[in-house]
């Protein structure tokens, strides 16, 4: 199962950037809620934005609300962040995160991660 993460890249604050995560080998349409992840320097990971299987919910770190939105196409087999005014505070690894309960097992998977950089 691999989660691949595109999209990052440098950016200026008040920019914007959408990230899009694609999933090979797995459905996400098995998959349960799904969330993005970031990582900044010196920083423990934390969770930006998550998303049930049918996208009918979501949730955001209060940091990012109201500027970030997370969707998922399970048709596509991909899940996305919009991020829009971005801040020099946004600058981290993002990581795309999935959750799947198969046969009774709990599993997760995780992307390599993209790096955003927002300059101010």
């Known amino acids: 199962v691999q989660l691949v993460e595109s999209g990052g890249g440098l950016a200026q604050a008040g920019d914007s950037l959408r990230l899009s995560c694609v999933a090979s080998?797995?459905?996400?349409?098995?998959?349960?809620?799904m969330a993005w992840y970031r990582q900044a320097p010196g920083k423990q990971r934390e969770l930006v934005a998550s998303?049930?299987?049918?996208?009918?919910?979501?949730n955001y770190a209060d940091s990012v609300k109201g500027r970030f939105t997370i969707s998922r196409d399970n048709a596509k087999n991909t899940m996305s962040l919009q991020m829009n005014s971005l801040k020099a505070e946004d600058t981290a690894v993002y990581y795309c995160?999935?959750?799947?309960?198969?046969?009774?097992?709990?599993?997760?998977?995780w992307g390599q991660g993209t790096q955003v950089t927002v300059s101010s």
């Open positions: 998303i049930t299987r049918s996208g009918s919910s979501t």
């Open positions: 995160n999935a959750h799947r309960t198969w046969f009774g097992v709990d599993y997760e998977y």
């Open positions: 080998e797995i459905s996400l349409s098995t998959t349960n809620a």
